[in-house]
T-cell receptor, first 116, second 113 residues
């Protein structure tokens, strides 16, 4: 298994540009999520999905969109990039066992985004 | 509102020493607690997950304990090695919404040869 993969690894954008961060997992996990990690603020949840066709907002959703058309993929879209979105972005997935039990989360290697 | 604190923020020890990393949380109604390791410029690797009904979990030289009533977890690393140098993060999920993780800021560990 490749686990959780993210592309690109690095990206530089200009203010106002849009882009999509890709995330894929091959573990048939129902639950997927996006976090951003900033110095002194820890990891913060942006959006998450409990299955194909279902998404919901996390702590810091403004400026980001997501969709979940398949179990494997969970792309994160920046609509109009701002310098405040400079961060490291992590995608994670986990299996939801019977009764919606929450299990171990697996993380991708991250995307380092700089917005100028 | 659940808050997670990790103390100390940084720790430096000589190789071979046994050490304890601390994690505290304000709301004892958790679903589980997870310890992660993050190497510089890398993603996060799950080390141990403790369900709310468990008291501890062990993996190799790592042992994590959980005391829900006092809102504390410890990660014990035995016979530390330079390869253990990394940032260690703890995260909890609340019983009310068990899919969301609330994170501490981590402890940066350096093990000196």
């Amino acid at each position: 298994n490749a686990g959780v993969t993210q592309t690109p690894k690095f990206q530089v954008l200009k203010t106002g540009q849009s882009m999509t961060l890709q995330c894929a997992q091959d573990m048939n996990h129902e639950y997927m999520s996006w976090y951003r990690q900033d110095p002194g603020m820890g990891l913060r949840l942006i959006h998450y999905s409990v299955g194909a066709g279902i998404t919901d907002q996390g702590e810091v959703p403004n400026g980001y969109n997501v969709s979940r058309s398949t179990t494997e993929d969970f792309p994160l879209r920046l609509l109009s990039a701002a310098p405040s979105q400079t961060s490291v972005y992590f995608c994670a997935s986990s299996y939801s066992g019977r009764g919606g039990l929450y299990n171990e989360q697996f993380f991708g290697p991250g995307t380092r985004l700089t917005v100028l | 509102k659940q808050e997670v604190t990790q103390i100390p923020a940084a720790l430096s020890v000589p190789e071979g020493e046994n050490l304890v990393l601390n994690c505290s949380f304000t709301d004892s109604a958790i679903y589980n607690l997870q310890w992660f390791r993050q190497d510089p410029g890398k993603g996060l690797t799950s080390l141990l997950l403790i369900q709310s009904s468990q008291r501890e979990q062990t993996s190799g030289r790592l042992n994590a304990s959980l005391d829900k009533s006092s809102g504390r977890s410890t990660l014990y690393i035995a016979a530390s090695q330079p390869g253990d140098s990394a940032t260690y993060l703890c995260a909890v999920s609340n019983a009310g919404n068990n899919r969301k993780l609330i994170w501490g800021l981590g402890t940066s560990l350096g093990v000196n040869p």
